[in-house]
């Protein structure tokens, strides 16, 4: 807890009040899902500094690592914690594959928040058709198993042949476990070490080898080179020819070691 902590103080002496701590579990850029420690630590953080957690776990069905995932569900019903400071945030975009259709949840025991909440959602209410649709797909529970169980072995597959691709380009990732991308580090392809020469590598890969995917800097990134590769909405016999699209501009040599 000790960058949190640094953190926190850092931007109480920019004179920013602190109101929250928003975490994302599955994390997104990197992947990695949080202990039930880890989740432990927040909470008696957010408790000494009596401010708000919010747990943003939009990736939770799509685990597809050996780490097990912990929802903040579980971690408030083992202890006897605040629970109105802490608030779960859920979408069924990304598990259920239907961004379309703009389904996010708040799940809360703070009366407060709830009460904002309901009066906000009447500016954006879920359409009759789609509840109905909705409520017939999320009642059968066995199409949702299977569903959700097929998506998580085609993630698993998916990201070790990404990655594994990668590799062979001399281009780490960092271990993920859940959602929709890879953190890879291509530092060493930029001219210069910076914000600057990551932009310039982004801006080759989106223009010549026609491939977008995010530069660090976009996710908050304080080290230059990092970037956010999604590897869910490519087929698997698409990835030999999006690693010799990266070789391309790289330069990288490809290596079965």
């Given at each position: 807890?000790?960058?949190?902590?640094?953190?926190?103080?850092?931007?109480?002496?920019?004179?920013?009040?602190?109101h929250a701590i928003l975490i994302s579990n599955p994390s997104n850029p990197v992947g990695n899902v949080l202990s039930r420690e880890t989740l432990y630590d927040l909470l008696d953080f957010a408790?000494?500094?009596?401010?708000?957690?919010?747990?943003?776990?939009?990736?939770?069905?799509?685990?597809?690592g050996n780490?097990?995932?912990?929802?903040?569900?579980?971690?408030?019903?083992?202890?006897?914690f605040d629970r109105s400071r802490v608030h779960i945030i859920y979408g069924l975009s990304k598990d259920l594959s239907i961004p379309g259709f703009r389904v996010g949840a708040i799940y809360s025991f703070n009366e407060n928040v709830v009460a904002v909440s309901t009066r906000l959602a009447r500016f954006s209410s879920v359409s009759a058709p789609t509840q109905r649709l909705l409520i017939s797909m999320l009642s059968d529970t066995k199409f949702i198993q299977e569903f959700m169980e097929t998506s998580r072995k085609r993630l698993s597959k998916m990201y070790t042949a990404f990655v594994g691709g990668l590799k062979e380009l001399g281009i780490q990732c960092t271990n993920s476990s859940g959602g929709f991308y890879c953190w890879a580090d291509m530092s060493k392809f930029i001219r210069s070490y910076s914000g600057k020469g990551e932009l310039e590598l982004w801006e080759k890969l989106l223009n010549v080898a026609k491939i977008n995917i995010n530069p660090g800097s976009s996710c908050h990134c304080i080290e230059p080179g990092w970037f956010r590769c999604c590897f869910s909405t490519i087929a698997e016999s698409d990835i030999p020819l999006v690693m010799e699209r990266i070789r391309r501009v790289t330069g990288s040599s490809v290596s079965h070691g």
């Open positions: 807890m000790t960058a949190l902590e640094r953190a926190y103080n850092q931007t109480k002496k920019k004179g920013i009040k602190v408790t000494e500094k009596n401010i708000h957690l919010i747990s943003d776990e939009i990736f939770a069905g799509s685990v597809y780490d097990e995932f912990v929802s903040m569900a579980e971690v408030l019903d083992a202890e006897d």
